[in-house]
């Protein structure tokens, strides 16, 4: 079973693919399929060290949002599209309600999960 954790600080359980970047989940739900997705929502939260800060996004660009959102227009537009099982576990409260009915709507609408 191929499993899929976007975070960048916290590591993965055992047997889960670890990714850290907006992008890097994105290219991994294009090219591979995964049964399980574990989002994340605030990336890259260091905007006072250079070091850990991506110059070519702005700051809020690198969110798992934007992974829901690939996966959202994956299945309303692909009809042999898998929706995976997401699990969101940022911290974050507003954003963790926001992407859980994100996710309950596309189940709901596509008819997929």
């Known amino acids: 079973m191929k499993r899929l954790w976007l975070d960048d600080i ?3 359980p055992p047997s889960w ?3 850290k970047t ?3 989940a994105i ?3 294009y090219t591979q399929s995964y049964e399980m997705v574990s989002l994340d929502y605030d990336l ?3 905007p006072n060290d250079p070091a850990k800060r991506r110059d070519d996004l702005g700051p809020g660009d690198d969110n798992g949002y934007e992974v829901l959102g690939f996966l959202e227009n994956k299945a309303y537009n692909d009809p042999t599209f898998f929706i ?6 940022t911290t974050n409260p507003i954003a963790f309600v926001s992407m859980h009915l994100t996710l309950r709507a596309m189940k709901r609408e596509t008819g997929k999960g």
Do not use: K, Y
Not at 84 to 89: G, L, S, T, W
């Open 10 to 12: 916290r590591p993965p």
């Open 17 to 19: 693919t670890w990714v």
């Open 22 to 24: 907006t992008r890097w």
């Open 27 to 29: 290219s991994e739900l």
């Open 44 to 46: 890259d939260r260091a």
């Open 84 to 89: 995976p099982r997401v699990f969101i576990h």
